[in-house]
């Protein structure tokens, strides 16, 4: 009975470590979802060159001082929001960023890679268009947020935005020390008090994916009259932008 029971404690043990290696070793595969890109034309992309990747931009070029820069979804083909958008900021230049291993850039993601590419490209939006707002979805909320800790940034607005990628893997893997294993944190909540722009963040009222709680958290981390907070009714994590109520959000029209 001894030996049986010894047995059994050391298969559950085996298997434990086991599935902690696997989520260890195949855990960018459960935070990335790589999406073609299905928009665009020669005349809608560009490329920016960083160090390790060639990176695929789908833009709509204009002239003038004002831009827009969008960092979207972990399974999010970007380029989708080109018209809509387009149409929302006719008189801005609009830059959305493929990840890497998306939409045809080169690499593959990480958090330090996309924060680091993210700066690249605002840094040569804003050579030319000194007014640039960056908008930043779901996973992108946090590079988002990093960014504008860093860069002159005129305007942020964070769509379902999260307060630790870290946090929400805890709570989904309770048995697992997600925090020991766990290399791209996205700690949205250390960078947030450094943020100056004027911030607009909108939550999905039935948001399936991230926590109310989180993004309420998340809030509370900008410095006073820096952020404000809007819930988008009627709509999921997914969803939301079909909602009419959307784009002038983005735009900052209450």
Known sequence: MYRVIIGVIVAV????VGLCAALFFFQRSLI???QHRAFGSGDTTAKLLVPGAELQISVRPHAGAKALLYV?????DVSANLPSLSNAFPDYALYLLHYRGYGGSSGKPSEEALTSDALALFDKVYAEHPNVVVVGRSLGSCIAIRLASSRPVS???LVTPYDSLQELAVQQFPYIPVRWLLLD??????YAPRVSAPTVILAAEFDEVIPRSSTELLYSRFAPGVASYKVIPGVGHNSISESA????SLKGIP
């Not at 043990?13 to 434990?16: E, R």
């Not at 944190?185 to 250390?190: D, L, M, P």
């Not at 109520?245 to 002038?248: I, M």
Request: glycine share 8%; charged share 20%.
């Open 13 to 16: 043990v085996v298997v434990y």
């Open 32 to 34: 990335y979802f790589p």
């Open 72 to 76: 979207g979804g972990n399974a999010e």
């Open 155 to 157: 305007r942020l607005v």
């Open 185 to 190: 944190k996205f700690e949205s909540w250390r």
């Open 245 to 248: 109520a959307y784009l002038p």
